[in-house]
């Protein structure tokens, strides 16, 4: 994949007002939805933190047959112990700032885990389609993150069904492999 550019304020705007519309056509179409399947799994990554799955959204969308994987993580700059929870409530409203991105499929949503990083996994229809949605993502995350806690990974060709079954559904025990903290064992 090439290397990602930097992406400008109107270039969010832009694309954020789009996903607005494309989502409210989906929920009007009824395409969007919250399905509980995997909701109280739970995760651990490579760098041995563990978390919950608390939502789960996914799109009907025709896809074209060339699935990535993205997983995001950041850590909020002013949330601490109690207040996360008020944020895992709340976060839903930032639904329409992705499920109407081009390529959308679905989404985990992860609690915070012990080192209250936030962590999301998307499947997309394309690498470059999630590479595309990220790079803004992570703009808009940079913001209100701690410095340099906002990061992404793109894994091109996989899809969450064959992912979370190659994690054993949602369970395991972590590699102790820093380098990859996206890695979900």
């Given amino acids: 994949m090439p290397a990602s550019l930097p992406v400008s304020v109107s270039q969010i705007v832009v694309a954020e007002l789009r996903s ?4 409210l056509l989906l929920v009007v179409s009824g395409r ?3 399905p509980r399947r ?14 919950d799955v608390f939502r789960e959204t996914v799109a009907e969308q025709r896809r074209t047959g060339a699935p990535a994987l993205l997983v995001v ?3 909020l700059r002013a949330l601490h112990g109690r207040a996360h929870r008020l944020f895992e409530r709340e976060s839903i409203l930032s639904t329409p700032l992705f499920a109407g991105f081009p390529g959308f499929v679905s989404k985990l949503w992860l609690t915070a885990d012990e080192n209250e990083v936030y962590r999301g996994i998307y499947e997309w229809d394309g690498a470059d389609r999630a590479d595309s949605y990220a790079r803004v993502m992570c703009r808009i995350l940079a913001a ?4 340099g ?9 996989q899809s969450r069904p064959r992912f979370l079954a190659e994690t054993e559904n949602l369970v395991g025990t ?3 492999d820093c380098q990859a903290w996206w890695r979900v064992s």
């Fill in 73 to 75: 993580e950041f850590r």
């Fill in 144 to 147: 209100v993150s701690r410095r």
């Fill in 174 to 176: 972590a590699p102790q």
């Fill in 20 to 23: 607005t519309v494309r989502f």
């Fill in 149 to 157: 806690s906002v990061a992404y990974h793109v894994i091109p060709g």
């Fill in 32 to 34: 969007l939805h919250q």
């Fill in 38 to 51: 995997h909701v109280g799994g739970r995760l651990m990554f490579g760098n041995g933190a563990s978390a």
